[in-house]
């Protein structure tokens, strides 16, 4: 399991032991307004780490905490894994934090280094985010990568704004 490094953050393959940093940020109602819109309970975290766990046995990849090198706190996580947990779909990156770590520039720090990951060791030739329209930050944050909109589209049963990044537009931002 792969674990990624950036200046501020350790992005590591979720375990049982994020289990309780993780159900910080999941079972925020806020937090997850814009993803599935009702907090989660401890149960559906724990139910989230075990599909984690074998994703990663599985693909090689999936979802990773954001801890926070100078203090070891859980501040968000996030994910490289197919669109819809659909391998015919192409990989989707993702993310997501603690609500008063949301603004810092945490979550753009991290999608580099996952997006990173996608194109230059999984070698995708392609990779999308989606999110809910009127989740602004999350649309700058694509937009910051380097991601193109495409437009409205219909994913886990709700319409997305969804952005996409081909590996040799990702390597022409890198030279």
Not at 30 to 53: F, N, P, S, W
Request: charged share 25%; glycine share 6%; aromatic share 10%.
């Amino acid at each position: 399991m792969t674990i990624l490094t950036t200046p501020r953050l350790r992005l590591e393959p979720i375990t049982d032991r994020h289990l309780h940093g993780l159900h910080a940020i999941n079972g925020d109602a806020e937090v997850m307004r814009y993803i599935t819109g009702k907090a989660e309970t401890l149960e559906e975290t724990q139910a989230m780490v075990d599909r984690v766990k074998a994703r990663w046995a599985e693909w090689g990849f999936s979802w990773w905490v954001f801890v926070k090198q100078a203090s070891g706190e859980v501040i968000g996580t996030g994910c490289i894994q197919y669109l819809a947990r659909d391998m015919a779909n192409p990989l989707e990156i993702g993310w997501r934090l603690r609500r008063d770590r949301q603004g810092q520039g945490y979550a753009s720090e991290a999608a580099r280094a996952m997006a990173a990951f996608a194109f230059e060791t999984v070698q995708t030739p392609l990779l999308l985010a989606v999110c809910n329209p009127a989740n602004t930050a999350s649309s700058t944050v694509m937009e910051r990568l380097g991601m193109r909109y495409r437009g409205l589209e219909r994913w886990y049963d709700s319409d997305c704004a969804t952005y996409e990044m081909t590996r040799d537009a990702w390597s022409a931002r890198q030279a």
